[in-house]
């Protein structure tokens, strides 16, 4: 059990439909919504009080994106795309939430990213933003890194194709060979033992397995890095349903369908410490987890709400 889920409408006091992006503790989220014409994309703070900010605003017809979120000491941080006639533009942006203090761009100087839904598309350390790039070189990828306060950008060109995990890791990105994971500030590599049926995912502390059988059954275990620990995850019936392993080392996030439940899923807890699968809503239809907070809508129309569970206090 841990605290009741925090409950966000899916619509802001002015009637657009809002979708959370990065939920606090508090009940904070930055989220995106457009504006009353739909010719822009807003990015806005939404209080846990229902007081709405608005940060940022996008055309539409650019094909904004606001990703990768994360916090960094004190402050949310994201990046911003739009597509050009030409080529697109990146830049990466922080706010200090809970505040009257206006956002401001940390840079725009961040090559071709390689972003993958995953909280770690951004990483922070040490007073530094750390993301990935495509390099010019094949079969190479670009680490950036610039300060928080902003100033010139870092490059390293790392052999392989990557991508960025919790720090100092990386995680292979090819779909093909075995796993392997590789620390920036070393280049100590390990590989994850795997068998040509399965497909493995995996964070620097746990890996997630998906086996396919001769019948066409398919079935999720989690394991260490080194194989050991393998276990099986709740059944044939569940899929994943966040990217990322392990969320604080410890919870994988699955859904299940049901005949009840055609266009909505079933949203599941593993907690792989205690070995336990816990149900925590009976209809999910989209599902988001960063920071150790997790949250999903109850329906694809407008008037969905958000449901948002805080991981760390499962106990």
């Given at each position: 059990r841990g605290q009741d889920p925090i409950i966000i409408p899916g619509v802001l006091p002015d009637g657009s439909p809002y979708t959370?992006?990065?939920?606090?503790?508090?009940?904070?989220?930055?989220?995106?919504?457009?504006?009353?014409?739909?010719?822009?994309?807003?990015?806005?703070?939404?209080?846990?009080?229902?007081?709405?900010?608005?940060?940022?605003?996008?055309?539409?017809?650019?094909?904004?994106?606001?990703?990768?979120?994360?916090?960094?000491?004190?402050?949310?941080?994201?990046?911003?795309?739009?597509?050009?006639?030409r080529e697109g533009r990146t830049e990466i942006w922080a706010v200090t939430p809970e505040s009257k203090t206006a956002p401001r761009r940390v840079t725009a100087d961040t090559g071709d990213v390689v972003f993958s839904n995953s909280e770690y598309d951004i990483v922070a350390r040490n007073g530094r933003l750390h993301w990935l790039a495509v390099a010019t070189r094949t079969g190479h990828t670009e680490l950036r890194s610039v300060s928080l306060a902003g100033g010139a950008v870092t490059t390293r060109v790392v052999p392989g194709e990557w991508t960025l995990s919790a720090w100092p890791w990386l995680v292979s990105a090819s779909a093909s060979g075995p796993v392997r994971l590789r620390t920036v500030d070393t280049g100590r590599e390990l590989t994850v033992p795997t068998r040509p049926t399965e497909l493995v995912t995996c964070s620097p502390s746990w890996c997630r397995v998906l086996t396919h059988s001769d019948d066409g059954s398919t079935q999720l275990e989690v394991m260490r890095v080194d194989g050991s620990r393998r276990r099986p995850v709740a059944g044939d019936a569940v899929a994943v349903a966040v990217v990322d392993v392990a969320l604080l080392d410890r919870f994988e996030v699955l859904s299940a369908d049901t005949q009840a439940t055609a266009s909505r899923s079933q949203l599941l807890i593993y907690d792989i410490a205690t070995d336990r699968t816990v149900v925590i809503a009976e209809r999910a239809s989209t599902v988001q987890a960063r920071g150790g907070m997790v949250w999903w809508s109850t329906s694809p129309s407008k008037t969905s709400a958000w449901w948002v569970l805080n991981l760390r206090t499962l106990r």
């Open positions: 959370p992006l990065y939920v606090l503790p508090s009940g904070t989220s930055l989220g995106q919504a457009p504006n009353q014409d739909g010719s822009r994309l807003r990015l806005v703070e939404r209080a846990a009080d229902g007081k709405v900010r608005v940060l940022r605003q996008l055309p539409v017809a650019n094909t904004p994106q606001y990703v990768g979120f994360t916090e960094a000491e004190g402050e949310i941080v994201w990046a911003e795309s739009l597509a050009g006639d």
